[in-house]
């Protein structure tokens, strides 16, 4: 069963713009919520993280807004460059199982 | 550069065939996570190593294993490979065990013809 669902699939920002993605999540059971980016043929990279005792945290452009009742957590990226065109991953850390599970994915292009 | 490395980069077999992908972590790092990319799956976790024991367990089949050695590199083993079994591999560390802060390597992109 998916536990974590992504939104959107893809995205085109014009430069200077706000991408914004979104992770919905099944289960009360998760303690930990991080963002990875991934460029074509690279691993996925450690973006920015959050627990879920805090509603925000921003690190530079980038910026995650967590709903602990809606279960929903967000990726807000300011003033998009075409250098953020990647793959981005939302993840939920399982309490009990303590393992990652990713969201599907969501293809961001950034036109200049 | 996460400080994760892994080889082969990439890797060519036959079905039916046995390989081994190969992950030393981060310095420092005690775990060490192995994950499969593919389209129709997405990043699903397989196994989890932290300090030589086997620690958690996800979608990993039974032709599949891992191990970490003593100076903490670790071996994913991929045997009676079929052609669904082509993918990207990826291995990640951390440093405790929890799960938290894993930084990811380059991949290993399999090819089973």
């Known amino acids: 069963q998916q536990q974590v669902k992504q939104s959107p699939q893809s995205l085109i920002v014009q430069k200077g713009g706000i991408s914004i993605i979104n992770c919905a999540y099944e289960n009360t059971a998760f303690d930990y919520f991080p963002w990875y980016q991934q460029f074509p043929g690279k691993g996925p990279a450690l973006l920015i993280a959050?627990?879920?005792?805090?509603s925000e945290k921003k690190e530079g452009r980038f910026t995650i807004s967590f709903n602990k009742s809606a279960k929903q957590f967000s990726l807000h990226i300011m003033d998009s460059q075409p250098g953020d065109s990647a793959t981005y991953f939302c993840?939920?850390?399982?309490?009990?199982?303590?393992?990652?599970?990713f969201g599907t994915g969501t293809r961001l292009l950034v036109s200049p | 550069d996460s400080g994760v490395t892994q080889t082969p980069k990439h890797l060519i077999t036959a079905t039916g065939q046995r390989v081994t992908l190969r992950c030393s972590p981060r310095s420092g790092d005690l775990s060490v996570y192995w994950y499969q990319q593919s389209l129709d799956q997405g990043l699903q976790f397989l196994i989890q190593?932290?300090?030589?024991?086997?620690?958690a367990k996800g979608n990993i089949l039974e032709r599949f294993s891992a191990q970490q050695f003593p100076d903490l590199h670790s071996e994913l083993n991929l045997s009676s490979l079929e052609l669904g079994d082509s993918a990207l591999y990826f291995c990640?560390?951390?440093?405790?065990?929890?799960?938290?802060?894993?930084?990811f390597g380059p991949g290993t992109r399999l090819t089973v013809t």
């Open positions: 959050i627990r879920p005792d805090v």
């Open positions: 190593y932290y300090n030589g024991e086997e620690r």
């Open positions: 990640a560390s951390s440093l405790g065990t929890g799960g938290y802060e894993q930084y």
């Open positions: 993840a939920v850390r399982s309490t009990g199982f303590q393992k990652l599970v």
